[in-house]
């Protein structure tokens, strides 16, 4: 599942290993939040360092215009916005995009727990600025 040409292929390989842990241990059908703690879990259990549910500001033009809590933070670089829903539709992908240009981050996964096969998807932002890499825009 590593793939050297993509970035951060090693952790996010992580983070899908333990996504698909928690959706054989519990399956699909319960609430997101049943999957977020799961997630907590499985992550702290193989180390990677995250914060969840962390709020981070969102800018237009350079100016803050509200904030989004983003489901996880890992390690800094890495944001997971988990779903638990029958299926991924167009819309959850944009979404998502739209967050990780809003947070400035290059990298981030949106993990569907809802369907009875775990469904993932790594997202890349095109318009990655660089300047904060490894350090989105925190107060």
Not at 56 to 66: A, D, H
Not at 123 to 129: A, D, E, V
Request: hydrophobic share 40%; charged share 25%.
């Amino acid at each position: 599942m590593i793939k050297e040409q993509y970035k951060y292929s090693d952790l996010t390989s992580k983070i899908i290993g333990c996504a698909m842990a928690v959706h054989s241990g519990l399956g699909n059908g319960f609430q997101e939040i049943i999957y977020q703690r799961a997630m907590e879990i499985e992550m702290l259990d193989h180390g990677i360092s995250f914060a969840r549910e962390f709020e981070m500001p969102i800018y237009y033009k350079e100016k803050e215009i509200g904030t989004r809590r983003v489901d996880f933070l890992v390690e800094g670089v890495v944001s997971v916005e988990l779903k638990a829903i029958i299926q991924l539709q167009d819309v959850h992908l944009a979404q998502a995009i739209n967050y990780l240009e809003a947070y400035d981050l290059e990298i981030g996964l949106l993990i569907n727990f809802g369907s009875k096969s775990l469904q993932f998807k790594r997202l890349s932002n095109k318009s990655f600025k660089q300047k904060n890499q490894g350090n989105p825009k925190i107060k």
